[in-house]
């Protein structure tokens, strides 16, 4: 049995990632610091948890139809100020969506545009779990 080899990828090409169809949104989520405050380096275990209970991202890409007149639950959408964008910080439900998981470490989450909870500042000031 022999194993497949992974093609190298030059640093300055482009990373491939999945593109979100429909009313898909697809959001890289959050990865809070790997220190602490004091400078303490925390334990990889934490940072896996921490990575996997976050429920703030930053929008990566849209569908064609995500937040277009209405959603995919039939509800308007007439908060046209407040939707988010591509580059914005959202908050999403911790078990929303599809995880995808990269082999070079980069992970995404693929979510309806009805799971997005809201617009966030700086993901940084909130709470990454309740």
Known sequence: MSTQEVPFIPPEAEPERPKPLLWRILVEPYRPPD??????????????TTALL????RVVDMGSLAYKEKTKSGLSMADEVNKPEIGSWVQYHTQAGRRIQMRDGREYVILNDDEILAVVGNPSLYKQWV
Request: aromatic share 6%; glycine share 16%; net charge negative.
């Open 35 to 48: 220190t602490t405050e004091g400078g303490i380096a925390l334990p990889q275990e934490v940072l896996d």
């Open 54 to 57: 976050a429920s703030y991202g």
